[in-house]
């Protein structure tokens, strides 16, 4: 996966919501629900990547980026990947800006994944639907500051969540072999 225009990355954002959800559907549900090697479960992984994507769906649709005097010239997928694993390496964050809630004692636990799948679908559906109000020119024309990354543009700000969702389910793969 390459994306770059902005079609290319809505494509891109419900392709990699979908094809997640259809891992951690097929998970054993005791594996979905529950830590793998002492980190967060697979539940709690997503849970992560939803609470900045909510974030970043909301900020799209009340056109809240800042503007840049002059457009970027951004990143491609492949940049922002090795500069978010560069940040990862490099960058001490006190605290995550987006912890996984806590969760306990869940009763109907089958039940609860389905309504937990349904969200994470609607919360990449939102996400690319926010992005119907832009021009692709413009991805590249306002910007934000990621918490460890520092400033991008809007174009990497999406290249950077559809890398996001790779992150976690390869952190997942490999916790479970």
Do not use: C
């Amino acid at each position: 996966m390459n994306p770059y225009s902005l079609p290319e990355l809505r494509a891109a954002i419900l392709e990699s919501h979908t094809d997640f959800a259809a891992y951690l559907q097929a998970l054993p549900l005791a594996t979905f629900m529950h830590p793998l090697q002492g980190t967060w479960s697979p539940l709690q992984h997503a849970q992560h990547l939803m609470a900045p994507e909510k974030l970043i769906a909301g900020t799209l649709e009340a056109r809240k980026f800042k503007p840049l005097g002059t457009p970027a010239v951004s990143k491609s997928y492949d940049e922002v990947a090795a500069a978010y694993r560069e940040a990862l390496r490099t960058t001490s964050l006190t605290s995550n800006p987006f912890p996984p809630p806590e969760y306990a004692g869940l009763d109907a636990l089958e039940a609860t994944r389905g309504l937990f799948l349904s969200e994470w679908l609607q919360s990449g559906r939102a996400l690319e639907a926010a992005l119907a109000r832009y021009a692709d020119e413009e991805l590249d024309a306002f910007e934000g500051r990621h918490p460890a990354m520092g400033m991008l543009s809007l174009r990497e700000f999406l290249l950077f969540t559809v890398y996001h969702v790779a992150h976690h389910r390869t952190a997942i793969e490999g916790r479970l072999g």
